[in-house]
């Protein structure tokens, strides 16, 4: 099936080749505007979430059958305000995304929607919102280094999670730490000499 014209002004004409009978002709131009048509937008993403970690977002924009692939931006936006720059859409089958990622997302639920800047062929638009969840509650996946060694002199620790705060704080057997506040997802904690000077384990 033949593609849809662009949007715009066209000037048609008819024009007929003559045959024995009749002789050649062309008919009258007249004009025809093609107007914009309006695209369908939607956006996917992350529903629940902790405060820190990357929360990921994919708006789709698909033309009318036929038609043109949309181009143009997206912008990403947060309880109403832009969290993202203009992101170029790419172009796929019958239609086209963009994708953002963030660590911003302020704890409670976040109203997620994106804008379609539209194009020559397309108006623009918003696709539907959706609610991501992000809970203040900390996460913790990994400690380095996990262990040590008998007679260890103060040992520096990287704590990585999700959720850390300014100010959290890590423990050692319930014994609080030295602690400094790298980002929503790093800590750095002191274990003191002392804990090896025997040999055990311990729980942060």
């Known amino acids: 099936m033949a593609q849809q014209p662009n949007a715009g002004t066209y000037n048609l004409t008819?024009?007929?080749?003559?045959d024995v009978n009749f002789a050649a002709s062309t008919s009258p131009s007249f004009g025809i505007t093609i107007t914009q048509?309006?695209?369908?937008?939607?956006?996917?993403?992350?529903?629940?979430?902790?405060?820190?970690l990357t929360d990921t977002y994919t708006a789709t924009v698909t033309g009318v059958p036929?038609?043109?692939i949309p181009s143009g931006t997206v912008t990403f936006y947060a309880n109403g305000a832009p969290i993202s720059s203009a992101i170029p859409l790419v172009a796929a089958t019958g239609s086209a995304t963009a994708q953002f990622s963030t660590t911003s997302l302020a704890i409670g639920n976040d109203s997620i929607y994106a804008v379609y800047s539209g194009d020559t062929n397309y108006i623009t638009v918003n696709t539907?919102?959706?609610t991501t969840q992000v809970q203040a509650g900390?996460?913790?996946?990994s400690i380095q280094p996990a262990s040590g060694n008998l007679g260890d002199p103060a040992t520096t620790i990287t704590l990585s999670g999700a959720g850390f705060l300014?100010?959290?704080?890590?423990q050692l057997n319930g014994t609080a730490l030295t602690t400094t506040?790298?980002?929503p997802t790093t800590l750095q904690a002191v274990i003191p000499a002392s804990f090896f000077s025997t040999v055990q384990s311990g729980s942060v």
């Open 14 to 18: 008819a024009t007929y080749n003559g």
């Open 37 to 52: 048509a309006t695209p369908a937008a939607a956006i996917t993403g992350t529903a629940t979430s902790y405060f820190g």
């Open 66 to 68: 036929n038609g043109t």
């Open 128 to 130: 539907n919102t959706i």
């Open 138 to 141: 900390s996460i913790l996946t």
């Open 166 to 170: 300014a100010q959290s704080v890590a």
């Open 181 to 183: 506040y790298v980002s």
